[in-house]
């Protein structure tokens, strides 16, 4: 029984209600499961009704073994899930700091040593603390919208192509901060392009395409299926 | 019920209710109303034109219904010669100081290279075309406003039938909305709603002030009228017979009479519309209007010129509204700039058209009648209820007086919550947009 | 030198003191305007409605304080009355919200749907309060008229032209400064200020961080709407109160806030001083004033008025026009949606 999992999810947007045709997430307290797949294999899709974002028609969502398939996403955050969205991630016109204390809204103590852990897992935001997040460079935007995510003190961080957009430096950069974070003890689900590497550190890895599972299996099992290498890891 | 039934049935309730109107208050007081419903629908046409097929949110109709509403007057009234006299020359060279100094903007425009120095050629060019122009511009206002101004102060018209004006005023409101769409049809619906209300405001605001064209705010009253005068039906043999054969009194006649013939001519310039909007909203240029309004990327990824198409709704739509409102100047006989109220010449209309139902010809005249019934006798009807609240209450209680004088105000009130009832209830309003899938 | 001090005071007393009077009113407006289009995201028609009907309550609760003898000294007894004003303007907005919009944002509604919305909504609040106090105008400033008088001006400086403010207009500018200082310290400093810009910011990252819409919402309206009857008491002890005249104030209060760039609160209150100064220095006759300046024998014998006041609304609109066309984004970087 896993921690968090989106089981048999059929759903969509609006009319184009059949983007994901039942496909089963989950990721374990700890764990790095990771979502590969091609372009609009339904990733997002899968990640947002995780979150809530959108309604399923059918399938359900599990955490920790209460069903929260009808929560909606600030209630969420209310029991401990934190989403970094693909786009759109930061508020562009709030300095860094804003950022992180939005981050907080909902917590009542005081969250100046999770700030501080955040500024210590990402030194430049300390730097930039002032800065409107929307000035900032890609690579440092996404660290203040996974540390913005990291503010709700969550037991579960999905994270939707945290390293779009970044350098191949910063990438593993982020990964490893990644990986530090998971060590903490938090489960973390996340989207990948960048397939060969996030597999690389992932406990588990999904295969999406056309909207369900076509593979899963341990990230290292995973790279080392000859199919899944020649049709999703170019070779 | 089926959509053609229920349109059959609300136009028949429409009928009935005037006919009660007739019956109960008066068929005077009917035909009054009707023929401001006639209006009312044509203006109705031309923001459906504009909302239903384009999706353009103007509300700045009171401007285009004052733009008509003035062409009547200048079409109608004769011209003052003397006023023309006196201040006649100096205002046309102010101008032609309006047009040189025009012409030298766009010669800078042209011949100059972008960049400050251009700019600050161009605010020279202003700064020194004002002066110009108010050189000359003042004394002939002075001059035009001075002559006998109890009685003219203005220039008068052109002292043509005023039938003509229904197409001036519609080639006016044209050639404002022209020039009103150039500016501001790139704008995003809210934008474009705050600058054609403040054109609109700006348009009365000129019309109120400019004296020696309009008269302002003392009016222009005893527009001559394209139908017959009553004084002269009651003198007239064949119509003293006339009402005589109807057992009516030959002054109640006349005045009925003088209505129904205005009702003829209103209900073909509307038959006229009503059939070309049809025309319009059904050819491949109106699929492709609401092609545009409903997928608007898609069609300017089509190649479709989105702004050129909505200039052109732009403008035929302001000239409907502008026909409308000469027709309006026309049925009151006089032109009183000060009347005009975005409540009662734009929102209205606006309620009008959503109730019923966007997109719809005949519901835009539906909803053109319906509104305007109500608008009229809410007055009544608040008066009545009021009455009714009241009756129970002492006669001298300031409460009473208060509530009775102001029940005409309930009409807001009313208006008000209709358009929001319908928009929350029934949006597609009284009769839906009939989508038809052609090709 | 003493002709170029009596050219100052002229300016001072006809230009500056009602510019800035004027441009206080304006930016409490817009701020109200700009922070319902920030938050919900609609240009909101009913506004100059919710000013008149605020400032509706308030006189009718001064006329009550005033016929039990109570008073605010020398200032005006409506500004004891102005809660009572706000509270039930706030009230009636909430209403509103809850009635009509919140459906509209619940369905996801395209922005046009709430403009219209807030058409019905302006109609509405129109005929209550054409129903309550009529179309007619009131008057209801009481205590001093006065902070400085022109005679005593006079006396004191001993030039020719005297400088007068009016209580009113002194009242306008301070409640102004602080209104504008405390609403800025909570949307800087408070949670839930904070809240309200980072869900102006980005709604959906908003709602992912736990900010909960509908309070936002809420409060955002009770915002808009005591700074909409602070600008309609203070416009109305200044001039005075027809409800006609708040509906006309719409434009300008919406020239304002786009001129400064709609959605950004810094932007409203400098569009509104934008605005304010252009429509008065436009329609002021300088003729009296050139004379002081002007060389002997030069002096101007016509008016030097640019434009004639009855077109002060066409200035607030063409420099709407020429922001809009040149700077969409209005002076101040604001939020251009689609
Ligand atoms: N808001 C939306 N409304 C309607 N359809 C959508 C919406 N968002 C995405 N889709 C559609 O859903 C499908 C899956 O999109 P999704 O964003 O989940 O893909 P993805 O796997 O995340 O792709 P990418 O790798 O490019 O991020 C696509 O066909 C897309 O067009
Ligand atoms: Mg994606």
């Known amino acids: 029984m896993s921690f968090l999992i989106g089981e048999n999810m059929i759903g969509g947007y609006g009319s184009a209600d059949n983007i994901l045709k039942g496909c089963t997430l989950s990721v374990e307290r700890g764990q790095i499961a990771v979502i590969v797949g091609p372009n609009g294999a339904g990733k997002s899709t899968g990640m947002k009704a995780v979150f809530g974002m959108l309604n399923l028609r059918e399938g359900s969502v599990k955490l920790d073994g209460k069903d929260i398939t009808n929560l909606k996403p600030q209630e969420r955050v209310n029991i401990g899930m934190a989403f970094v969205p693909q786009t759109h991630n930061v508020f562009g016109g709030m300095s860094v700091e804003e950022n992180l204390i939005i981050g907080a809204y909902r917590r009542e103590d005081d969250f100046s040593d999770t700030m501080a852990q955040v500024y210590d897992l990402f030194p430049i935001l300390k730097e930039k603390r002032h800065q409107p997040a929307g000035e900032l460079s890609g690579g440092q935007r996404q660290q203040v919208a996974v540390g913005r995510a990291l503010m709700t003190q969550p037991s579960v961080l999905m994270l939707d192509e945290p390293t779009a957009g970044v350098s191949p430096i910063v990438m593993d950069e982020l990964f490893d901060r990644i990986i530090e974070i998971r060590n903490s003890g938090i489960a973390i689900l996340m989207v990948e392009q960048n397939a060969r590497q996030a597999l690389n550190i992932a406990d588990v890895g999904y295969v999406l395409v056309n909207g369900s599972n076509r593979f899963t299996d341990t990230g290292q099992a995973l790279l080392e299926n000859p199919e899944v290498r020649k049709s999703f890891l170019g070779g | 019920m089926t959509q053609t039934t229920k349109n059959f049935v609300y136009f028949a309730i429409m009928a009935g209710l005037l006919v009660a109107v007739g019956v109960i208050q008066s068929w005077s007081v009917s035909l009054s109303i009707f023929n401001l419903c006639l209006i009312s629908a044509v203006m109705a046409l031309g923001v459906n034109m504009q909302w239903g097929y384009a999706g353009l949110f103007n509300v700045g109709m009171m401007g285009f219904a004052a733009i008509g509403g003035v062409a009547a007057m200048l079409v109608s009234m004769p011209p003052v010669t003397a006023a023309w006299a006196n201040g006649g020359g100096d205002l046309m060279m102010s101008g032609l100081m309006v047009v040189v100094t025009v012409l030298a903007i766009i010669l800078i425009l042209r011949k100059m290279p972008k960049g400050k120095k251009r700019n600050y050629t161009i605010a020279a060019a202003v700064i020194a075309g004002y002066f110009l122009i108010r050189h000359f511009y003042d004394p002939a206002v002075g001059a035009i406003e001075s002559t006998e101004a109890a009685k003219y102060g203005y220039l008068g018209g052109l002292g043509m039938p005023i039938l003509f004006s229904w197409i001036i005023g519609g080639l006016f409101a044209a050639g404002a909305a022209w020039l009103i769409g150039k500016i501001s049809l790139g704008l995003r619906a809210d934008y474009l709603a705050i600058a054609t209300l403040g054109i609109s405001e700006i348009v009365i605001a000129i019309l109120k002030n400019e004296d020696w064209l309009t008269r302002g705010v003392k009016n222009v009253t005893g527009l001559p009228r394209p139908v017959p005068y009553e004084v002269d039906l009651q003198a007239s043999e064949w119509f003293i017979n006339l009402s005589a054969t109807f057992g009516a009194d030959p002054i109640e006649a006349s005045s009925i009479f003088v209505k129904l013939c205005y009702t003829v001519l209103f209900m073909v310039v509307l038959g006229v519309i009503l059939y070309l909007s049809e025309r319009a909203l059904n050819s491949p240029w109106g699929r492709m209007m609401r092609a545009i309004r409903d997928r608007r990327d898609a069609a300017s990824a089509m190649g479709k010129d989105v702004k050129a198409r909505h200039l052109q709704i732009f403008v035929i739509g302001s000239a409907v509204v502008g026909i409308a409102g000469a027709m309006l100047t026309t049925l009151d006989g006089q032109f009183t700039p000060g009347t005009y109220n975005p409540l009662r010449y734009t929102f209205l209309i606006w309620v009008m058209v959503i109730v019923g139902g966007s997109g719809n010809n005949w519901g835009a005249v539906l909803g053109g009648f319906v509104i305007w019934f109500l608008w009229v006798e809410a007055e009544p009807i608040g008066l009545f209820v009021m009455e009714v609240v009241t009756s129970g209450m002492d006669d001298g209680s300031a409460l009473k007086a208060h509530l009775i004088e102001s029940a005409a105000h309930m009409r807001m009130i009313m208006m008000g919550s209709i358009l929001l009832l319908v928009m929350r209830f029934s949006p597609k309003g009284l009769m839906p947009e009939v989508v038809r899938h052609h090709d | ?338």
């Open chain 3, 1 to 338: 030198m003493e002709d170029i001090l009596n050219s100052i005071i002229l300016l001072a007393n006809f230009v500056i003191v009602p510019g800035m009077t004027y441009g206080s009113q304006l930016a409490l407006g817009a701020l109200g305007v700009t922070l319902i289009y920030g938050i919900l995201r609609f240009s909101n028609f009913a506004h100059g409605e919710t000013m008149a009907f605020g400032t509706m309550i308030t006189i009718m609760v001064t006329w009550f304080m005033q016929s039990v003898g109570i008073s605010f000294g020398p200032l005006p007894t409506a500004l004891l009355a102005l809660p009572f004003g706000a509270a039930a303007a706030v009230a009636i907005v909430l209403f509103s919200d809850r009635v009509v919009y919140k459906y509209y944002r619940e369905k996801k509604s395209n922005a046009v749907f709430f403009l219209i919305a807030s058409i019905g909504i302006m109609f509405v609040m129109n005929g209550i309060v054409r129903f309550i106090i009529g179309p007619k105008e009131q008057r209801f400033a009481d205590g001093e008229r006065f902070i400085i008088k022109a005679r005593e001006f006079k006396q004191m400086t001993g030039l020719s032209e005297g400088l007068t403010i009016k209580m009113t207009q002194g009242l306008t500018v301070v409640i102004t400064i602080i209104v504008v200082y405390a609403l800025f310290r909570f949307l800087q400093h408070s949670k839930m200020g904070r809240a309200m810009r980072a869900y102006s910011d980005n709604e959906d990252l908003a709602l992912l961080s736990g900010i909960n819409p509908e309070k936002v919402v809420k409060i955002t309206w009770a915002i808009a709407a005591v700074l909409a009857t602070i600008a309609g008491v203070l416009y109305g002890l200044d001039k005075s109160f027809k409800p006609f005249t708040y509906f006309q104030l719409l434009l300008p209060i919406f020239a304002a806030a786009i001129v400064g760039g709609v959605g950004n609160p810094i932007g409203a209150i400098l569009g509104g001083f934008v605005i304010a100064f252009s429509e008065v220095t436009v329609t002021y006759a300088y003729k009296k004033f050139l004379k002081y300046l002007a060389p002997e024998g030069m002096e101007p014998d016509s008016l030097m008025q640019l434009l004639s006041t009855d077109y002060k609304f066409a200035v607030s609109f063409i420099i709407l026009v020429v922001v809009l066309l040149v700077r969409p984004t209005g002076i101040l970087k604001g939020r251009v949606l689609e």
